[in-house]
Nanobody, 124 residues
Framework: QVQVVESGGGLVQPGGSLRLACTGSGFNLDAVAIGWFRQVPGKEREGVACLRARDGTTYYDDSVQGRFTITKDNSKKTVYLHLSRLKPDDAAVYYC?????????????????WGQGTQVTVST
C-alpha cells in the first residue's frame, strides 16, 4: 500500500528553523516526485517545493525560494523540507504528496497520494 506520512511540525519563533519529514512506503523512491504543500484555513492548498527523485532536481515557489530546501535520504525513504528564516505567513498545515509518475510540479493535481499534514506555527 502506497503511503506517505509527515512529521516534524511545531511552534517556532519568527526567524527560526524547522525540519519536516515525509516518510514513504509501498513505492520506489527513485522513481517518484515528492511535493510539499501548505494550507491555511480559507485558502487554497499551495505548492511550495518539489523534488524529482531520479535526478534530484528541485523547484521552489518564489515565496520560499532561498529559505526552504528539499532533500532526500534514500536509506530512510524520507524526503525532508528544511524551513529557515520563518515568517508568520509561513504558518500553515504542511502536506507532503507523492507523484508516482515522477513529474516535477507544484500543481496539486499532479499528485496521487497525500499525507495527513503537520502543523507549523510561527509565533512569538
Amino acid at each position: 500500500q502506497v503511503q506517505v506520512v509527515e512529521s516534524g511540525g511545531g511552534l517556532v519563533q519568527p526567524g527560526g528553523s524547522l525540519r519536516l519529514a515525509c516518510t514513504g512506503s509501498g513505492f520506489n523512491l527513485d522513481a517518484v516526485a515528492i511535493g510539499w504543500f501548505r494550507q491555511v484555513p480559507g485558502k487554497e492548498r499551495e505548492g511550495v517545493a518539489c523534488l524529482r527523485a531520479r535526478d534530484g532536481t528541485t523547484y521552489y515557489d518564489d515565496s520560499v525560494q532561498g529559505r526552504f530546501t528539499i532533500t532526500k535520504d534514500n536509506s530512510k525513504k524520507t524526503v525532508y523540507l528544511h524551513l529557515s528564516r520563518l515568517k508568520p505567513d509561513d504558518a500553515a498545515v504542511y502536506y507532503c504528496a507523492l507523484d508516482l509518475h515522477g513529474r516535477l510540479s507544484l500543481y496539486r493535481g499532479s499528485y496521487q497520494h497525500w499525507g495527513q499534514g503537520t502543523q507549523v506555527t510561527v509565533s512569538t
